[in-house]
């Protein structure tokens, strides 16, 4: 397996890398979603709504937060999730000026 050339990257473009990476599974976007339409959730709740074991929802509850785009508050023996708000402006922006940059090329391939 080849190694990760990380660092020839500057910080932007890793950490914009990893949020998408983050989100490039359909069970963590459904999870996003989830969390975006009830502003927040319980862990439970998604093992219902999804209809995935509770392990596969931890682990891909930990990607999202290891990523920053969701936060976790305890309650009682619950996590409480949701939407990361400073992340989530972040990662909009930048998926936003990626797409901006892109200026239609009439003599492309």
């Known amino acids: 397996m080849g190694i990760t ?7 932007e473009q890793n950490k914009l890398a990893l949020q998408l ?3 490039a599974h359909p ?4 999870i996003l ?5 009830t502003n927040a959730c319980i862990c439970g709740d998604l093992v219902d709504e999804l209809g995935l074991a ?3 929802i931890s682990q891909h509850l930990k990607e999202l937060k290891n990523a920053g785009l969701i936060q976790g508050t305890i ?5 409480c ?4 708000p ?15 940059s892109y200026k239609g090329a009439n003599n492309c391939c």
């Not at 979603?33 to 339409?37: P, R, T």
């Open 27 to 30: 069970a963590r976007v459904a």
């Open 54 to 56: 509770q392990a596969t």
């Open 81 to 84: 999730y949701c939407i990361e």
């Open 5 to 11: 050339k990380t660092a020839i990257f500057n910080q």
């Open 86 to 100: 400073i992340a989530w402006k972040n990662l909009q922006n930048e998926i936003n000026t990626l797409f901006a």
């Open 33 to 37: 979603q989830h969390l975006l339409k």
């Open 21 to 23: 990476k983050a989100i």
């Open 75 to 79: 309650e009682g023996v619950s996590i």
